[in-house]
């Protein structure tokens, strides 16, 4: 049974900073290109970055490029994702997601989910 875990979600003051971590189970981790994704209250859960199975590709969104990083530890199953300069419109759940395949902002796309964990950002 494939588990993914997401940790190190919290309150933060705008301009601080957070890293999740998102601990996968139950799959051959470096077969999978992660992702992630968050969605506000009320809104509808948007990509947030992508990484390729080996770590090599990544994609962010606009509203995230600059600030936030992703990155993956393939020997401890393990996705990254590294938030600077937060902002209060970063506040969101933010969910971890694994897929067969290419690094992919599309979430229908996405294998498995984790539960979330919640950030949230004040001004």
Request: glycine share 12%; with cysteine; charged share 20%.
């Amino acid at each position: 049974q494939v588990h993914l875990v997401e940790s190190g979600g919290g309150l933060v003051q705008a301009g601080g900073s957070l890293r999740l971590s998102c601990a996968a189970s139950g799959l051959t981790f470096r077969n999978f290109a992660m992702g992630w994704f968050r969605q506000a209250p009320g809104k509808e859960r948007e990509f947030v970055a992508t990484v390729n199975a080996s770590g090599g590709t990544k994609y962010y969104a606009d509203s995230v490029k600059g600030r936030f990083t992703i990155s993956r530890d393939n020997a401890k199953n393990t996705v990254y994702l590294q938030m600077n300069s937060l902002k209060p419109e970063d506040t969101a759940v933010y969910y971890c997601a694994a897929v067969r395949g290419p690094a992919n902002s599309w979430s229908r796309r996405y294998d498995y989910w984790g539960q979330g964990t919640q950030v949230t950002v004040s001004s």
